[in-house]
Nanobody, 115 residues
């Protein structure tokens, strides 16, 4: 069955870095644009970054542009999010999903940015 499993979150100080991973299964990963989302307490889930199936085009939310980098390894069916210069306002649960044609959400991975 289709499945998404996020990992790599944790507690990091402001200015630090984390690399998130999303392992996908049950569908032809390389044919789908994929995206990262995040949801902070009391807020709606928001789109953070997206990448086409081939990896040739990316798009970022204004709040993370220049600090976050989305990438993918189609041979491993895995999506990544490199997060640098983290800020307290980046604290949220991070999820991945297909950009179009959503499938059931994974459990997400918690990112907490705090000193």
């Amino acid at each position: 069955q289709v499945q998404l499993v996020e990992s790599g979150g944790g507690l990091v100080q402001p200015g630090g870095s984390l690399r998130l991973s999303c392992a996908a299964s049950g569908f032809t990963f390389s044919t789908y644009a994929m995206s990262w989302y995040r949801q902070a307490p009391g807020s709606e889930r928001e789109l953070v970054a997206a990448m086409t199936g081939s990896g040739d085009t990316t798009n970022y939310a204004a709040s993370v542009k220049g600090r976050f980098t989305i990438s993918r390894d189609n041979a491993k069916n895995t999506l990544y999010l490199q997060m640098n210069s983290l800020k307290p306002e980046d604290t949220a649960v991070y999820y991945c999903n297909r950009l179009l044609g959503k499938i059931p959400w994974g459990q997400g991975t918690q990112v907490t940015v705090s000193s």
